[in-house]
């Protein structure tokens, strides 16, 4: 009986400790770790309809699905080419002096079948990145709302994909990318201030100076259809945004609780600052300006994540809804329409928090980065690979997406002909209403 007791003791015990499984050559998988890139995998994903509803809440019922298909389809657009030749462009060795990655290995994903990476089997880091990857043309749609042909919209997010997300990712995040390898430790980009928001942002722009305003902005005001909906919509958007960020470790540890913490507070100082502004100003807290705060606080430590500090977080997500309420303001005075604002938080929010984070760094990682330069790392270094990257980003993104919108009108078709406009990309493109009230 004692001998029972004793096996049923130490099986317990077994359950309770960390376990790693053996695959391909001798390779070992980290189970915890990779239990945590799985969930933070959904995570990610979980963000697309979370966008969708988002973007579907602020625009007019009569392109509340075509709004929403524009989010839905890069899952299938973007998802298929990851696959077939996405993560072989990003995460290969890189080639034509760094441009681009290439590994034949990597197209289809068929060299990956037995291959372990720190413990996590490289089909769940593909997946991971692939969630990124189809995030990021999505946001940009939010600029080109109600205006565009699902088609052209098609052509468009699958050439900005390959030609612009493909490079900026693999300078930035590869290991032998060159803004990876700048300065001491590399330019500072845990989860895509720079390769999602920043680019998406000043695409964004871009696209919207290229197609002109809506037929009826600025005009008419044009009223939200569901701000119950955007609401929902940013409440997913801050759960996905823990695997965005905390998955972008690529372990379940002290970093990863470090990255986690502060996305929360982020998060939460933008919706607070935004309600204090609104109330100073309005005397009134909206729903959508705390869902636009959220979004603002979430945008600015995206890139920090991995290198503040409780108070840095704070700072950041106060100062991003402080700039982004008042960057809102510029389009008005420049009549640009940017429908649903994504250059406004996402491109200004997150550049903010791509460079001020510079002065907000743990001494443990300027530590390790003075030593890796061979003498004393300063802020100043560290803030110009910021601007360096800052400054690549916004030039190579905002040219790339300007000459893909010339080719996209030229040869599909962008901008959609008035008739259909006034009738709703609902109808004209998908024969469909959002609501069958009437």
């Known amino acids: 009986m004692k001998a029972c007791w004793k096996r049923v ?11 790693v499984l053996w695959a391909g050559q001798g390779q070992v998988v980290d189970t915890g770790n990779t239990c945590w890139m799985l969930i933070s995998t959904a995570l990610v994903l979980l963000m697309v309809p979370g966008l969708a509803m988002f973007y579907g809440g602020l625009v007019r019922s009569k392109n509340v699905l075509g709004t929403m298909m524009h989010s839905f389809v890069s899952l299938a657009v973007i ?14 060795r890189g080639i034509l002096g760094g441009v681009v990655g290439w590994n034949p290995d990597y197209f289809f994903l068929t060299g990956i079948d037995d291959m372990i990476t720190d413990g996590i089997p490289e089909y ?30 098609i ?48 695409s964004a722009l871009v696209a919207a100076l290229y197609l002109g305003p809506r037929n009826s902005s600025p005009k008419l005001a044009v009223q939200p259809n569901n701000l119950v909906m955007t609401l929902m919509g940013a409440g997913l958007l801050w759960v996905g945004w823990f695997g965005f960020n905390a998955g972008s470790t ?21 919706a607070l600052t935004w309600l204090a502004i609104e109330a100073a100003v309005f005397r009134k807290a ?17 890139p920090a994540a991995g290198v ?10 106060s100062l991003s809804s402080l700039v982004c309420y008042y960057a809102l303001k510029i389009k008005l005075v420049f009549g640009y329409d940017d429908a649903l604002d994504c250059f406004g938080i996402h491109g200004v929010g997150s550049g903010m928090g791509v460079l001020v984070l510079s002065f907000l760094i743990r001494d443990s990682w300027m530590a390790a980065a003075s030593e890796a330069a061979g003498r004393t790392w300063t802020v100043w270094d560290q803030l110009l690979v910021q601007l360096t990257g800052m400054g690549t980003t916004l030039v190579f993104a905002g040219l790339g997406t300007f000459l893909i919108c010339v080719l ?19 109808q004209a493109l998908h024969g469909e209403r959002g609501y069958d009230l009437v």
């Open 9 to 19: 003791a130490g099986s317990l015990v077994l359950i309770g400790m960390p376990q």
């Open 79 to 92: 998802g298929v080419l990851w696959v077939v030749c996405g993560f072989a462009l990003t995460f290969g």
């Open 124 to 153: 769940i880091i593909a997946m991971f990145q692939g969630k990124f990857a189809i995030i990021t043309p999505a946001l940009i749609s939010g600029a080109l709302a109600e205006r565009v042909y699902f088609r052209g919209y």
């Open 155 to 202: 052509l468009f997010i699958a050439l900005w994909f390959l030609l612009i997300y493909c490079p900026l990712c693999h300078w930035i995040w590869a290991p032998d990318g060159w803004l990876f390898n700048a300065g001491a430790r590399g330019v500072i980009d845990l989860a895509g201030g720079l390769v999602i928001h920043v680019s998406a942002g000043i």
């Open 250 to 270: 690529l372990q379940s540890g002290l970093d990863t609780a470090r990255a986690l913490t502060m996305t929360q507070i982020s998060a939460a100082a933008g």
């Open 286 to 302: 909206t729903a959508l300006g705390f869902a636009s705060g959220i979004l603002a606080g979430l945008v600015a430590i995206t």
């Open 308 to 317: 503040v500090q409780p108070l840095g977080a704070l700072l950041l997500g």
């Open 408 to 426: 996209v009108e030229k040869s599909l078709g962008f901008r959609i002909d008035e008739e259909s406009e006034a009738l709703g990309l609902d």
